[in-house]
């Protein structure tokens, strides 16, 4: 069983900044991908942003040269920095890691999701 805990949500105003972080725990023999979604009100879920273990990174088009996704291997943690947040940046953020587990098998993981809230 691995668990997904994320921390760093809350209230900005609009143009401020946040760190997301989410960190995992449990049988895991290798990190495939990491990656950070968001689900708004009435929409559904997106993709925000994925890297690999070894560094190689994507990102939505709404959120290139705002966002920054990064990640530590060695702490099993992934992080969202976002700047210039904007109102429609409002929505609940999930992390996913899509890992090698002690069975050798290709497994997906999900966090209980942070809300990010911006508004003046």
């Known amino acids: 069983q691995v668990r997904l805990v994320e921390s760093g949500g809350g209230l900005v105003q609009p143009g401020g900044s946040l760190r997301l972080s989410c960190a995992a725990s449990?049988?895991?023999?290798?990190?495939?991908?990491m990656a950070w979604y968001r689900q708004g009100p009435g929409k559904q879920r997106e993709l925000v942003a994925d890297?690999?273990?070894?560094?190689?990174?994507t990102y939505a088009d709404f959120v290139k040269g705002r966002f920054t996704i990064s990640r530590d291997n060695a702490k099993n943690t992934v992080y969202l920095q976002m700047n210039s947040l904007k109102p429609e940046d409002t929505a609940v953020y999930y992390c996913?890691?899509?890992?090698?587990?002690?069975?050798?098998?290709?497994?997906?993981?999900w966090g209980q999701g942070t809300q990010v809230t911006v508004s003046s």
């Open positions: 449990g049988s895991i023999v290798s990190i495939v991908t």
């Open positions: 996913k890691f899509v890992v090698i587990d002690r069975d050798f098998t290709v497994r997906t993981y």
């Open positions: 890297i690999t273990s070894g560094g190689t990174t």
